[in-house]
């Protein structure tokens, strides 16, 4: 059963791969945490250097189940369960939501 403490976000360990829609990413170190997400320097496949990759895990209201982050009120509900999937497609698109908003400011700066 999953950690039920909202105080405690423990970061994947050093050596995690994760595959994303970008590509393959190795997480080098964990870096430091805000309110809405954990930073870790990684490495992309296929480039020299290590790149900073964003994890979206707020601070309350969600749990780590194995590599994947959920609301907590998701978390323990059977996979099976409609309920469970609203909920997780709510908390997906709200990340995605914030993740294009965060990559728009970031070319924007660059363009300066």
Do not use: H
């Not at 393959?24 to 430091?32: A, H, M, P, S």
């Not at 990684?42 to 780590?64: N, S």
Request: positive net charge; glycine residues 8%.
């Amino acid at each position: 059963m999953p950690n039920r403490s909202l105080s405690c976000r423990e970061p994947l360990p050093d050596g995690t791969v994760l595959y994303v829609k970008g590509g393959q990413y190795t997480i080098q170190k964990y870096i430091t945490s805000g309110g809405a997400a954990l930073l870790y320097q990684a490495q992309k496949e296929g480039l020299i250097y290590p790149v900073l990759l964003k994890e979206y895990y707020p601070a309350r209201g969600y749990v780590r189940m194995g590599s994947a982050v959920l609301p907590e009120e998701a978390a323990f509900l059977p996979e099976e369960d409609p309920a469970r999937k609203e909920k997780v497609d709510a908390m997906r698109e709200r990340f995605e939501t914030w993740a294009a908003r965060e990559m728009r400011v970031g070319q924007e700066s660059r363009r300066r």
